[in-house]
C-alpha cells in the first residue's frame, strides 16, 4: 500500500488532460510554491482561503457574465456597494465585493482573464483552442484592449504572442502566475482593507458581536467576522486552526464523490500531515484514523460528511475557551484597534515607542539602542536567559539580509546554536512553531525567523522587562553618583574683555 504521506501530499486538483490548477500548484506541494516563483507566502490565511472562494468555477459564474458592459458594471455595483456616512465605499466580502471592488478600481481584468484562461485549459480541440487564445489575447493582453492586464512582462508577453498559432495548453500559465500572485498579494489584501472600513468591520458599538455571541455563532454564518477573529489570530500565531474549522466547514457542504476525497486530502497535507508547516495541534489518534480512511479512499466512493468532526471539535474547543474570550472581550471593550495598532508598532521599534512599559515594541526598541541592548544583557544575564537577547539579535541581524547567499549560513548558525536539538544556548520556543520555521530556515526565506522572533520579543517584554527597567534604574543612578562626586570644574581666568583671554 502506498505511504500515507505520499498518498495525501497532493493539494492541487487535475483539470483536463491531467494539468493541475495554476491555482492549486501555491499549495504547500505545488511545483510553483517550491520553485517560488510566488514572491512570497500570503501575508494571511484567511484571505487567501476567502480568495480560493472567490476563484472557485461556480462562483465566477454567478458574477462575471453579469459585468461585461459597463451598464452591467453600474447595475452590479448598485447591488454590491454601498456608500458609509464619511464616504467610503463598503464591500461585500464575497465574490461579488471582489468583482465590484476591481471594476471600481479598473483592475476586473485581473479576474475576467483569470476565468479565461481556466477555461482556456479544458478545451480539447486544437481549432477551437487557437480561437480561444486570440480572443484571450485581443481582450486582456494586446496593448490598448479593453480590460488589459497591466503589468505584464515583455518576456511573458512575447512568448504568449509567439505561440499563439500554436496554442499549447499551458500558453498562459505564466501569466496566471503573475496575475494570481497580484491578486493574493496586493489586490485582495487592498479588498480586504476596504471591507474593513465597512460600518461593521470595527469597534463596540458597530460590530455585531454581541455578549450573547457564541464562537460557533461566528462560525456558522458565511460573516465577515470570522475572517476578523482569524486576523486576530494571525497576530498571536494560531491562525492556522481558525482556517482548519472553515476548510471542513466548506467539506460538509460538498456532494461529489471526487469533490469530497479532494478536500479530504487537502485538509489532511495542509493540517494534519506531520510534515506539514501548518500542522495544528491535535490527537494524533483521530488524525490517524482520517488518514487510513483516506488510504483507501476513490474517486467514485464519497467519503463521510463527519470525517473530520472529532477533530472539528478538538480543535473548536480550544479556539473557544482560549482565544475567542479574549477577541470578544477586545471588540466589546473596543480596545481591538488599540491591539492593532500596537500589533504594528511591535515589528517597527519605531521613535515613538513608550520605552517604560513593558511592550514587543519597546523590547525591539532597545535592542537596537547599543546602551540600552547593554542593560537587557546584563538583566537577562542575572536571570540566566541571556540566549533570548542573542537570539532576538540574531534575527534582526538575519532580517537585513538582501540575498540568499547571506541569509543561508546566518540562518543555519542560528538554528545550530538557539533550536536545533541538544544545541549550546536553546531558546524555549514551542516545538511546532520550530518545526514550522525549519523548512522556512533551510530555504533561506526572508521571512524565516519572524514568528520565532515575535514570540520570544513578547517572552522577553512579559519576563525580562521589569528587569531591564530596574538596569535602567540603576544606571541612572550611578550617572548622578557619578556627576555628585565628580570635582567641580575650574573657573576661566579673568580676561581683558572680549573674547580673547589676555596673556
Not at 451598464?71 to 456608500?83: C, I, L, P, S, Y
Not at 489532511?268 to 483516506?294: F, P, Q, W
Not at 481591538?336 to 525591539?364: C, F, H, R, W
Amino acid at each position: 500500500m502506498a505511504s500515507t504521506k505520499n498518498l495525501l501530499s497532493g493539494m492541487s486538483s487535475a483539470g483536463a488532460k491531467g494539468r493541475a490548477s495554476v491555482r492549486g500548484a501555491f499549495g504547500k506541494d505545488g511545483s510553483l510554491y517550491k520553485n517560488r516563483k510566488l514572491s512570497s507566502a500570503p501575508p494571511s490565511r484567511a484571505q487567501a482561503f476567502q480568495l480560493e472562494k472567490c476563484l472557485d468555477k461556480k462562483s465566477l459564474d454567478k458574477v462575471i457574465y453579469q459585468m461585461q458592459s459597463s451598464a452591467d458594471v453600474e447595475a452590479k455595483n448598485r447591488r454590491t456597494v454601498t456608500e458609509s456616512k464619511g464616504g467610503e465605499m463598503v464591500y461585500q466580502y464575497n465574490v461579488d465585493g471582489f468583482a465590484a471592488y476591481l471594476s471600481a478600481n479598473k483592475a476586473l481584468g485581473v479576474l475576467l482573464f483569470w476565468k479565461e484562461a481556466e477555461e482556456y485549459t479544458m478545451l480539447f480541440g486544437d481549432d477551437e483552442r487557437k480561437n480561444t487564445a486570440k480572443k484571450i489575447y485581443s481582450r486582456y493582453i494586446k496593448v490598448g484592449s479593453e480590460h488589459e492586464v497591466t503589468g505584464v512582462s515583455a518576456e511573458i508577453k512575447k512568448n504568449i504572442e509567439s505561440n499563439l498559432s500554436e496554442a499549447p495548453d499551458d500558453l498562459f500559465d505564466e501569466l496566471q502566475v503573475e496575475v494570481y500572485s497580484t491578486m493574493l498579494l496586493e489586490l485582495f489584501p487592498n479588498f480586504y482593507d476596504a471591507c474593513m472600513k465597512g460600518p461593521d468591520a470595527s469597534g463596540s458599538s458597530e460590530s455585531k458581536i454581541k455578549e450573547s455571541t457564541t464562537l460557533k455563532d461566528v462560525l456558522g454564518t458565511p460573516d465577515f467576522e470570522i475572517h476578523k477573529f482569524s486576523d486576530y489570530c494571525r497576530t498571536i500565531h494560531c491562525e492556522d486552526p481558525v482556517i482548519f474549522l472553515l476548510e471542513v466547514g466548506e467539506y460538509r457542504l460538498l456532494f461529489s464523490p471526487s469533490d469530497l476525497v479532494s478536500q479530504a486530502q487537502k485538509i489532511y497535507a495542509t493540517y494534519l500531515n506531520v510534515d506539514s508547516e501548518t500542522r495544528i495541534a491535535c490527537s494524533d489518534t483521530e488524525a490517524g484514523k482520517v488518514a487510513k480512511t483516506l488510504e483507501t479512499a476513490t474517486a467514485t466512493e464519497a467519503l463521510p460528511l463527519d470525517l473530520f468532526d472529532k477533530l472539528y471539535d478538538e480543535v473548536f474547543n480550544t479556539l473557544n475557551m482560549d482565544q475567542w474570550p479574549a477577541y470578544k472581550e477586545l471588540v466589546l471593550s473596543g480596545k481591538i484597534n488599540e491591539m492593532k495598532e500596537q500589533s504594528l508598532a511591535d515589528t517597527s521599534g519605531g521613535a515613538d515607542v513608550d520605552m517604560t512599559k513593558p511592550s514587543k515594541a519597546a523590547v525591539a526598541a532597545a535592542l537596537r539602542d547599543p546602551e540600552q541592548l547593554e542593560k537587557f544583557r546584563a538583566a537577562a544575564a542575572a536571570q540566566g536567559v541571556k540566549e533570548n537577547i542573542d537570539f532576538c539579535i540574531a534575527c534582526q541581524q538575519y532580517s537585513l539580509l538582501f540575498s540568499n547567499d547571506d541569509r543561508k549560513p546566518k540562518g543555519d548558525a542560528i538554528w545550530k546554536k538557539h533550536l536545533n536539538a541538544g544545541c549550546d544556548a536553546p531558546v524555549n520556543l514551542p516545538d511546532l512553531m520550530i518545526k514550522k520555521m525549519r523548512p522556512k530556515i533551510e530555504a533561506a526565506e526572508p521571512d524565516a525567523f519572524d514568528a520565532g522572533y515575535q514570540e520570544m520579543l513578547k517572552i522577553v517584554s512579559d519576563n525580562l522587562f521589569a528587569h531591564y527597567l530596574r538596569e535602567v534604574q540603576k544606571a541612572e543612578e550611578r550617572k548622578a553618583e557619578e556627576a555628585a562626586q565628580a570635582p567641580a570644574p575650574a573657573a576661566l581666568p579673568k580676561t581683558g574683555g572680549g573674547c580673547c583671554v589676555v596673556q
